[in-house]
């Protein structure tokens, strides 16, 4: 295991030897202690390694992700996963706002709550959420599968294209183009691997509702041209 | 950007820490704001006696003699202490009006920070380090506080421009974002008679805030017809003589977190300014909600 400690190294060096480990290493496991809320921990890595973040993280934490797997025992800032391509990111905490914004892949999982515009963009990323998430989520969501054990604020899903937002509690208010929709057997399966994958027990696909786009804005309508 | 920091202390053996424990507070969000920082601090106060925090341009020349003259014009005591562009003038309650306007006549090029029975503001250009050293404000001790380093925007790097802005005695505001209707508004006000120092869109918001309180609303009442009238980003926290308030528009671009424990309710714009607190480890943290007015009092 390589311990970094952020109270006494720069987290430029962290993020270098992260950088620097090779395909096939042995360096798979890393934890870092006192995080104490730095921007951009454990970000761009490209290695199937393992990074434990022991505390609460700024923005940005797992940027860029690919392979990685990293928890953070704590809460994370601003666009946690922002971007990520592959791998898997656990917050035990909260997440502040744009939680796995554009992300293209991978798994992002928060075990409290998610604060707005969780899922911004999001392009392929899965989402699970424990707990809450905030207003403005999923926001121009083109794919991918947002989980929300709890529930969802103000504008879910506006201007949504084919992203699958299942929430299970309430849901404040729906975004421009954003419907319910019917759950037919191939959602229940994808959510019942979703849920298993988040380590998401005693929970069944069946208490979900799914939102998607109604389609209704992917072409100009001239109706609307005064809106202009 | 900008950075904001408040802290709130409920545990009273605190309170001479309030100073060190806020500096710290913003000097950790320095990259967050470069330009210029402040901080309002409120202490003990005198019975029936009020503070008058003053700046100026050239203190060695303004400052000389000044409580003697004022003492001499309102016909009662006054004590000065300075602290370098700074100084805070005590004064009888009842005339506080009349050494305030007496202030401005005998020393022209001094500005008023802020009045009341227990607050001091200080705020410079400059590194919030540069700041609390200047003005020694890790020695203060107070009941709360708050704080905020700025990155311009809408306005130039000045002393008036800096935060924190005073909207009344024992009031002030600091502000994170920008306002995109504040010409309007400020326009408004100037037909109400209120004057303006500044171009800057935060000193709008405090005058707007100032002024709904004059027409008999609290606090609480003002800022919540602040998120129907400014047009923009902002979350601002506004502190008073028993405590301080929050509030985010309805968007909540601007982050804001904050953090209660047995000792203290704190806010940060980011976690970093609450990282040190003491028992953060322990502290209920959490993001206040957008278009919602929080209020923490003693």
């Known amino acids: ?228 | 950007m900008c950075g904001i920091v408040a802290l709130f202390l409920k545990d009273k053996s605190l309170e001479p820490q309030l100073g060190s424990l806020l500096s710290d507070m913003l000097i950790s969000l320095t990259d967050r704001g470069p330009d210029s920082a402040g901080i309002a601090v409120y202490g003990s106060g005198t019975e029936n006696r009020s503070k008058i925090t003053i700046q100026s341009p050239s203190p060695t020349k303004d400052f000389s003699g000044l409580a003697a003259e004022l003492a001499g014009k309102i016909g009662a005591k006054a004590k000065m202490v300075v602290k370098s562009t700074h100084a805070v003038i005590d004064v009888p309650a009842a005339k506080l009006n009349e050494a305030r306007n007496a202030i401005t006549e005998l020393r022209a090029d001094t500005r008023v920070m802020g009045v009341g029975d227990v607050v001091e503001i200080y705020k410079e250009v400059g590194l919030p380090k540069t700041v609390v050293e200047r003005f020694d404000l890790t020695k203060m001790s107070g009941t709360h506080g708050i704080g905020h380093t700025r990155m311009a925007t809408e306005s130039a790097v000045t002393t008036m421009g800096a935060h924190p802005f005073s909207t009344g005695p024992d009031q002030c505001l600091v502000h994170n974002g920008s306002l995109s209707n504040h010409n309007n508004v400020r326009r408004e006000l100037v037909r109400e008679g209120i004057r303006f120092e500044t171009e800057n869109d935060t000193e709008v918001a405090a005058a707007y805030i100032s002024s709904k309180i004059a027409r008999g609303l609290n606090l609480g009442e003002a800022l919540e017809h602040s998120l129907e009238d400014l047009d923009g980003f902002f979350t601002f926290v506004v502190g008073t003589k028993s405590g301080f308030g929050v509030v985010r528009d309805p968007i909540a671009c601007k982050p804001a977190i904050m953090a209660k424990t047995d000792q203290y309710v704190a806010f940060g714009t980011e976690y970093r300014a609450l990282a040190n607190l003491p028992g953060i480890e322990q502290a209920k943290v959490w993001e206040p909600e957008p278009s919602t007015v929080y209020f923490w009092e003693h």
């Open chain 1, 1 to 228: 295991m390589q311990v970094f400690d952020l109270a006494t190294a720069p987290l430029r060096d962290l993020n270098q030897a992260l950088h620097h480990v090779k395909n096939g290493s042995n360096e798979t496991a890393w934890e870092v202690l006192n995080p104490k809320g730095s921007h951009a921990v454990a970000v761009g890595l490209d290695q199937p390694i393992i990074v434990d973040v022991r505390g609460s993280v700024g923005y940005y934490c797992g940027g860029m992700n690919a392979r990685g797997t990293i928890t953070v025992h704590g809460s994370a800032g601003p666009g946690v996963g922002e971007n990520m391509m592959s791998g898997a990111i656990i917050v035990k905490g909260d997440a502040s706002q744009y939680a796995g914004a554009t992300g293209n892949g991978g798994l992002l999982v928060i075990e409290g709550n998610a604060s707005s515009r969780c899922g911004i963009s999001m392009k392929g990323i899965n989402i699970v959420v424990h707990g809450n998430i905030g207003h403005m989520s999923a926001f121009m969501a083109q794919s991918g599968n947002l989980v929300v054990l709890g529930d969802a604020g103000d504008a879910l899903g506006d201007s949504i294209y084919e992203a699958r937002l299942f929430v299970r509690g309430k849901v404040k208010s729906l975004g421009a183009d954003c419907i319910a929709k019917e759950m037919r057997p191939q959602h229940i399966e994808i959510l019942r691997d979703l849920l298993e994958h988040a380590g998401v027990s005693g929970v069944k696909p069946e208490e979900f509702t799914r939102y998607g786009s109604a389609r209704t804005l992917y072409n100009f309508n001239i109706d609307n041209a005064d809106a202009y």
